[in-house]
Nanobody, 115 residues
Framework: QVQLVESGGGLVQAGGSLRLSCVVS????????MGWYRQAPGKKRELVAV???????NYEDSVKGRFTISRENAKKTGYLQMNSLKPEDTAVYYC?????????WGQGTQVTVSS
């Protein structure tokens, strides 16, 4: 059974930073892409960043230069470092393991950025 557990969300002022973590169990983490998504109230879930099994990242335009996605395969953990946060970054953030057999989701962690 594949499980993803996020942590690191919280309340931060605009301009601040947060680091999200996602621990994966029950799967060969190193073989799959991992992504971070977010969903703001009343909006669709959107992809924020994705990282390949070889640690090549890709970012949604609005977070380029502010967010950094990374992974530690030995720890089966992925990260999203978020700097220069803006109120529009407020959302529930989800990590996802992207496999050929489907996508596995974490439970989500709330990020709130105050102005």
């Amino acid at each position: 059974q594949v499980q993803l557990v996020e942590s690191g969300g919280g309340l931060v002022q605009a301009g601040g930073s947060l680091r999200l973590s996602c621990v994966v169990s029950g799967s060969i983490f190193s073989a799959h892409r991992m992504g971070w998504y977010r969903q703001a109230p009343g909006k669709k879930r959107e992809l924020v960043a994705v990282i390949t099994s070889g640690s090549l990242p890709n970012y949604e335009d609005s977070v380029k230069g502010r967010f950094t996605i990374s992974r530690e395969n030995a720890k089966k953990t992925g990260y999203l470092q978020m700097n220069s946060l803006k109120p529009e970054d407020t959302a529930v953030y989800y990590c996802a393991l992207l496999t050929a057999g489907g996508t596995y989701w974490g439970q989500g962690t709330q990020v709130t950025v105050s102005s």
